[in-house]
């Protein structure tokens, strides 16, 4: 059962996704949390940016990174509206983060249980401890609502 905070940064995520979707990108969001503070946020840039790594997770592990003066992202929690792909759950096992909390599955390409299971993989040095569906639903149909309106 979801908690009261991760309700609350999963909402976050989700305004994030907003800014994502306004700027015309796959609307996916990302914060980071530490001692229940956000340390870093993201959404998806990667059509604005032209950078294929700049996904929700990576910008905020990227910002929490700068924030805390160090890679190692020891007890924290990403909230990220979409299962991470495969590139962002390894950037999470490379950092350290002790939690991942996602909303709503990818069957195409997630990595945290649904193709991949990257965050929890025992050849790997860290695994996270996983929760999906806080907000599950709400997030699956702006990703729905998002790519119907793109066909």
Not at 4 to 12: G, I, L
Not at 17 to 43: H, S
Not at 77 to 93: D, I, N, Q, R, S
Request: charged share 20%.
């Amino acid at each position: 059962m979801a908690s009261e905070a991760d309700v609350m940064f999963m909402a976050r995520a989700a305004e994030l996704a907003r800014e994502a979707e306004r700027a015309g990108e796959v609307p996916v969001g990302a914060v980071i949390v530490k001692d229940g503070v956000i340390i870093g946020e993201g959404w998806n840039r990667p059509i604005s940016t032209n950078d294929p790594t700049a996904h929700a997770e990576i910008i905020a592990l990227r910002a929490a990174a700068l924030n805390l003066s160090t890679y190692r992202l020891l007890d924290t929690t990403l909230y990220v509206t979409l299962e991470p792909c495969a590139m962002c759950a390894g950037a999470m096992v490379h950092a350290r983060v002790k939690r991942l909390v996602y909303a709503a599955s990818d069957p195409r390409a997630g990595a945290s249980g649904s193709v991949f299971n990257v965050t929890q993989n025992s050849a790997l040095n860290h695994r996270l401890e996983c929760e999906s569906g806080v907000l599950g639903e709400e997030c699956a149909a702006m990703l729905r609502a998002f790519f119907v309106a793109r066909r």
